[in-house]
């Protein structure tokens, strides 16, 4: 609710674009981290249809806007409306953040590195070394391949029943010259994997998808971490197969929390409230459910 | 302060454009009045350049803005960017509110009738029948002297150095087609006046201008009723000449609320808790001259 003395003339702002945004968790993530450091922030989601996209963007700078978050359908388009990228931006073909720097707007993505930061900052995994299977072939499975062959796991395999779009992210994996040895995966790739990654949409709710699995119970096992990239519902089936055999798990929330804390910390050059961010999304989160 | 739970990506949001706007005391009328009536709308600030008015305005019409305040300097250049002007706008060639309807963006001039709303709703006065001077000759002048006449005041004096501007604001406010008699003032019509407007920047701190009144002291008398648009100082030099010879007054805060309260009723469809405004920019102004 409107406190009424807030936002002053000199409150800053930024914003979700994309199509459609409202239902967007990132307000209550930026607006509690802006809140617990007394960062005089407002952060705003806006539906912005595809042919307005460029408007939007254009907009946004002349107002001065402090950063955007970037989400579907408009992660590839934004490019052309942009400054500059960062080499992950460029590589990925795919934006997620704009930065202000100097009055230019510059792109990055960061799915990736919030999925690594998530699994090393929050559950305390080192992944030097690790064998690591990833189901997926879409724009945030590109990212996360890229992150995880730069954290020098051991062995990544990439899972994904488009084959041709399997072999295009474990070329792009490839690319990094580090030691990781890159595979198209197999089922045995998976029940020998230490951490398999749902990089997929299934098991999310609203889109046909809620009760699938991307992986069948049978290849997981309690020694393994199984991370998902959904949150919506917090539990999806995948993650239900992790509690039942007993296998340490994160959701979504995790991700998508370190998304935050990389853009937060960009914007505003402060250090981002990690554990208040998380407890108000994840409280955000318990309160739709439960409505 | 940011509360942390809010903005939602269901907030709905209004601005003002300017140059500068961060000073600006429209955050507090709208966003106290919003909160008041628990609307889920956030009031922003944007300082906007000359050369970004365009790409700004095009950028919260994409954005799905819900209203704009617009300010010095873009008052006049705002006009060819936007699809429409109420009769007033176009007559005045000037535009202070952006309202949207249907997707489009529509200007309104809303000085003068706000001037109006104050000495009529907030002071009691019957306008119709009233000999009224006014000292100015700049675009709020030109707005007040318009809805003064649509008011049928019996008799308008138009008071300015500036003879050409002040013959130009006479021939505008005599097109109205109404019975008020409207004449080039001399010093005896601001004697025999029974209302007196300073619609001059005369008084204002932070221009030069400060400590000077727009009518010499002798001029004026108890049984007048005193208007100044200054709000900065709230008492300016004219105002103090008020209290001194007891005659009742009013500050540019009334018709800035007023403009709000148009403004706001205009954008959201709501009856604007007026009080509240008042309230709340008073408290504002009041914190802003002892800090």
């Not at 990055?108 to 997926?136: E, M, P, Q, W, Y």
């Not at 990089?199 to 290849?219: A, F, I, Q």
């Amino acid at each position: 609710m409107n406190p009424g003395n807030w936002p002053t003339g000199y409150t800053k702002f930024a914003c979700l674009v994309g199509d459609p945004a409202a239902h967007s968790l990132s307000p209550t993530l930026f607006n509690s981290g802006f809140s617990f450091l007394g960062l005089d922030w407002a952060y705003l989601a806006m539906s912005v249809s595809p042919d307005r996209l460029a408007a939007a963007i254009g907009g946004l700078k002349a107002l001065g806007v402090g950063g955007i978050s970037v989400t579907m359908p408009h992660k590839k388009e934004i490019i052309g409306l942009l400054d500059g990228l960062t080499p992950s931006a460029a590589m990925l073909s795919s934006v997620n953040v704009v930065y202000v720097e100097a009055g230019e707007l510059i792109g990055d993505s960061t799915d990736g590195r919030a999925l690594v930061d998530n699994l090393s900052f929050d559950h305390g995994i080192d992944l030097r070394g690790k064998r690591v299977a990833l189901v997926g072939t879409g724009a945030v499975a590109r990212s996360i391949s890229v992150s995880l062959v730069q954290a020098d796991v051991e062995k990544l395999s990439i899972h994904g029943r488009n084959r041709a779009a399997a072999k295009e992210i474990h070329l792009l994996a490839s690319l990094g010259g580090s030691s990781t040895q890159v595979v198209l995966g197999e089922a045995a790739d998976i029940e020998t994997a230490e951490i398999v990654i749902n990089g997929t949409s299934l098991g999310m709710s609203g889109r046909g998808h809620e009760g699938y699995s991307p992986v069948d119970k049978g290849l997981l096992h309690g020694g393994q971490f199984l991370c998902d990239v959904v949150y919506h519902p917090l539990e999806t089936r995948f993650l239900q197969y992790a509690r039942e055999i007993g296998a340490p798990h994160t959701n979504g929330v995790g991700m998508l929390t370190r998304i935050a804390v990389l853009a937060f910390e960009r914007w505003t050059g402060e250090k981002a409230p990690v554990q208040e961010m998380r407890r108000a999304v994840t409280a955000e989160v318990e309160k739709r459910v439960s409505s």
